[in-house]
């Protein structure tokens, strides 16, 4: 079992920039696939960007592409989403996640199966 813990959500200027990290109790999370999704009010968990375990390949949904990056550390055990040039529309609660499966972008929630709790990220205009 997977204990995954996301943190650096918060307020942030529009054109501002967070940095999310996730990190894991109980296992290493080198063994995995990682992803990040976000939700905001009223809308579907939506995929944001995938790491593969080794973090050779990495992919990044439309949305977000040329502001967010997905990078890990494994040997401190944790995962990063670099946000940049925030925007409100960007606004939502940010979840990390793990994969078993280690092939291919995984865009949907169901293709992982081990969850952070999530963390609060406001951008203001």
């Known amino acids: 079992q997977v204990q995954l813990v996301d943190s650096g959500g918060g307020p942030a200027q529009a054109g501002g920039s967070l940095r999310l990290s996730c990190g894991a109790s109980?296992?290493?999370?080198?063994?995995?696939?990682m992803g990040w999704f976000r939700q905001a009010p009223g809308k579907e968990r939506e995929f944001v960007a995938d790491?593969?375990?080794?973090?050779?390949?990495?992919y990044v949904a439309d949305s977000v592409k040329g502001r967010f990056t997905i990078s890990r550390d494994n040997a401190k055990n944790t995962v990063y989403l670099q946000m940049n040039s925030l925007k409100p529309e960007d606004t939502a609660v940010y979840y990390c996640?793990?994969?078993?499966?280690?092939?291919?972008?995984?865009?949907?929630?169901?293709?992982?199966?081990?969850w952070g709790q999530g963390t609060q990220v406001t951008v203001s205009s």
């Open positions: 996640a793990a994969s078993l499966v280690r092939l291919g972008v995984k865009p949907r929630t169901r293709e992982y199966n081990y």
């Open positions: 109980g296992r290493t999370l080198s063994s995995y696939d």
């Open positions: 790491i593969s375990w080794s973090g050779s390949s990495t």
